[in-house]
């Protein structure tokens, strides 16, 4: 059951993210054209790429301890990062008067999808025996983990996409092709 809570959750934060990484951030609002917002895409983009790599490394291998710790290395690095995004939003918004109040909490929900699937993640994958925690090595026994593998291996190309997106958008002249091409596409 916890492999399909857990997959459930990743999948509305994929979702949501999809929606407010880049429709919200890169099409409607397009952070990176203004100065004032461009340091909260920088925030934005290292987050786009952490969240491949926390697929990849903490949720994929089996039998990988380097693995799991580089993962779990990736999450740390995840929060400091959200952290710092959070602090420089108020700000960075100025040019649209401020962050929307609804999508202060689709924050809030895509950020707590995020993490609560990875809580969940490392509540079946850490466990105590006695006084000492014990990474489990294998969980392909559990219900619903090649449903969890599956959907986890098939949001990597798509995050790695939208990662490449936000780079994109990052230098001046990609950015520059990207606004000409954005321009005949702009729909709402």
Request: proline share 3%; charged share 10%.
């Amino acid at each position: 059951m916890a492999f399909l809570i857990s997959t459930l959750l990743l999948t509305a934060f994929a979702i949501l993210a999809l929606v407010d990484g880049f429709y919200l951030h890169l099409i409607k609002y397009q952070l990176f054209n203004h100065a004032e917002s461009q340091f909260e895409h920088l925030t934005h983009t290292i987050r786009a790429f952490l969240f491949p790599l926390i697929v990849y490394f903490l949720f994929l291998p089996q039998n990988c301890l380097p693995c799991f710790y580089i993962g779990i290395s990736f999450v740390l690095l995840d929060i400091l990062v959200l952290g710092i995004d959070a602090w420089v939003e108020k700000d960075s918004r100025t040019f649209m008067g401020g962050l929307p109040r609804w999508e202060y909490i689709l924050h809030l929900f895509v950020n707590g999808f995020h993490f609560a699937s990875i809580a969940v993640f490392l509540a079946i994958k850490l466990t105590f025996l006695g006084n000492d925690l014990v990474i489990v090595q294998d969980l392909s026994g559990e219900n619903n983990y090649a449903l969890f593998q599956f959907v986890a291996k098939n949001l990597i190309p798509g995050a790695a996409i939208l990662a490449v997106l936000h780079i994109v958008t990052i230098l001046p002249a990609t950015r520059a092709y990207w606004n000409h091409y954005m321009v005949k596409w702009k729909c709402c």
